[in-house]
């Protein structure tokens, strides 16, 4: 079973800085925070992952705690096409929680 | 590079028959995956594979399930019989390392099953 806690849904207005919170108090030191989004009829999309420091790339930032216990994903600029679910994952294997629904608002 | 595919897209079924899927991963991807995804639920791990052996079937159903990945490269799941609760989209993943240090998987389209 998954071993995340996230929200099921939250909102955010389009060309705002979305902020996924995921919280993951079991994570061990060597396993990775990863994250994915599914947008509807399609498989899950691979966004970021990181160890505990932050990370940047052309889709998102990572921010992880100190303790590693949580994570936050930020979408610095929120598009309409950013409508997806979330998955913040904590394991060695893909295994996928319930995710976070999040709507853009336009 | 070409991603996952997958086939059929899509495919309808009745009851009590037998339904194969394949999948093609990325070339040189030792780790394939295959998920079950019900409507409104995250996609649930069904069979692990690194190169042609398995890693984790924990979850796969093996009264009617079975997957093989012969010669480490394509991969099949069967469903025999189905039964209705097996509709969902089926989604096949790799990954370039064992495992999933510090790689990403990649998701094909996935195929859609009904069962009447």
């Known amino acids: 079973d998954a071993k995340t806690t996230q929200p099921p849904s939250m909102d955010c207005a389009e060309g705002r800085a979305a902020n996924l919170p995921c919280n993951h108090s079991t994570i061990s030191g060597n396993e990775y925070v990863y994250w994915y989004r599914q947008i509807h009829s399609q498989g899950p999309q691979y966004i970021i992952h990181g160890l505990k420091n932050n990370e940047t790339n052309e889709m998102a930032s990572l921010i992880i705690t100190e303790d590693r216990k949580s994570s936050t994903l930020i979408l610095p600029h929120a598009t309409l096409r950013d409508t997806a679910v979330y998955y913040c994952i904590d394991n060695d294997k893909i295994i996928f929680g319930k995710g976070t629904r999040l709507h853009i608002l336009p | 590079e070409a991603g996952v595919a997958q086939s059929p897209r899509y495919k309808i079924i009745e009851k009590r028959q037998s339904v194969a899927f394949w999948c093609n991963p990325i070339?040189?991807?030792?780790?394939l995956y295959w998920y079950q995804q019900i409507l409104g639920q995250g996609p649930k791990l069904l069979i692990q594979?690194?190169?042609?052996?398995?890693?984790?079937d924990s979850q796969l159903p093996k009264d009617r399930f079975s997957a093989e990945r012969l010669k480490g490269v394509d991969s099949t799941l069967k469903i025999q019989p189905a039964k209705l609760e097996d509709s969902a989209v089926y989604l096949c993943?790799?990954?370039?390392?064992?495992?999933?240090?510090?790689?990403?998987?990649?998701f094909g389209q996935g195929t859609r099953l009904t069962v009447v």
């Open positions: 993943a790799s990954s370039f390392r064992t495992g999933w240090v510090d790689t990403e998987a990649f």
């Open positions: 594979f690194q190169n042609n052996g398995v890693v984790d």
């Open positions: 070339s040189g991807h030792a780790t």
